[in-house]
Each structure stands twice: as structure tokens, then as C-alpha cells.
């Protein structure tokens, strides 16, 4: 199984989305799992994680398995300079090794090791990172998931669901 988890923040909380869905071109998931949880930081640039992976760590844990990716809003890796992206804290406070994909739809110029891809008509890509996988394979699965536009099917639902639909 596999999942895209999305955050949606409300002042003092967040809710967390965890969309769990089996194969790439899939268009309805298999179950979708929602977390409310405390902001335990403001954003701060840089630091994205510290505001972000709580809410992740949350809603994973709330689905109650190992999923053998994981699909998140922003980049796995930042230039080495700066530090780590989300993916790369995501994967070292996980129990378990699932393969990290970042989609992210805005340039950082502070994201490392990342491929545009176009999907539908947008003439905006999307940027695709990854850990525990080859990068052109990662953004192959996202480019080949349901949906004819930018935002793939299955995100679309994440981020729907973490606004409370």
C-alpha cells in the first residue's frame, strides 16, 4: 500500500490527511485516514519540518501501517548546506524504511536532487524528489497517476480532506 499525507493548518492546529491507495493509476483510494493536531511550531523558513512532520508523524501513526510509499507536499532533500527537506526527516523518524516521494508544486531554490515534470495541460510543472528509489522512477509513478490534470487524482483528495471535506 501506499500514501500521500497533506496538511492543512487552522491557527493553533492542523488537520493531517493520509490518503492509503494501492497502485499508482489509482483514482479512488483504498481508505483515508484524518488527524487534528496541535501546531507545535510557526513556520520558519528553513525549518519547515519542525511545523510540518508532527502532523505527519500523527496521521501515520494513526493509520496503523507500514505503507511502502509515501507521498508528501514539498521536497525529500535540500542542498547540504541548508540542511534536510521534509522527506529526509520524515525518513530518518520513521520505524521503518517505505520509499519518500516529495511533489512539490513550487520551486525552492534550496531543494536539492529534485526533476520537473509536466502533467495535463499545466505548462507549471510539478517538482519530484525521492528517497529509496531511483529519482526517474519516482517521477515516473507521479506523472503516470489518474488524473488529467497538474495535481494528480489521489492528491487532490488528500488536500481536500485535510481541508475538511
Known amino acids: 500500500m501506499k500514501a500521500v499525507v497533506d496538511v492543512h493548518y487552522l491557527g493553533e492546529y492542523a488537520v493531517a490527511a493520509c490518503v492509503v491507495f494501492r497502485g499508482w493509476q489509482d483514482d479512488v ?27 505527519l508523524l500523527a496521521v501515520l501513526e494513526e493509520a496503523e501501517q507500514e505503507f511502502e510509499a509515501i507521498v508528501i507536499d514539498g521536497y525529500v532533500h535540500l542542498r547540504p548546506d541548508v540542511g534536510k527537506g521534509l522527506g ?29 515534470i509536466r502533467r495535463g495541460r499545466s505548462a507549471n510543472p510539478l ?26 487524482t489521489i492528491f487532490r483528495l488528500a488536500d481536500q480532506h485535510a481541508r475538511g471535506a
Open 88 to 116: 529526509l526527516h520524515l525518513a530518518e523518524a520513521l520505524a521503518y524504511s517505505p520509499v519518500i516521494i516529495g511533489v512539490a508544486k513550487t520551486p525552492l531554490q534550496v531543494a536539492d536532487r529534485f526533476v520537473p
Open 29 to 55: 483510494p483504498a481508505r483515508v485516514v484524518r488527524s487534528t493536531v496541535a501546531v507545535a511550531a510557526r513556520y520558519r523558513a528553513g525549518a519547515f519540518y519542525e511545523r510540518e512532520l508532527p502532523c
Open 127 to 152: 517538482f519530484v524528489s525521492a528517497l529509496g528509489c531511483p529519482l526517474d522512477d519516482a517521477a515516473r509513478a507521479i506523472q503516470g497517476m489518474h488524473g488529467p490534470y497538474r495535481i494528480p
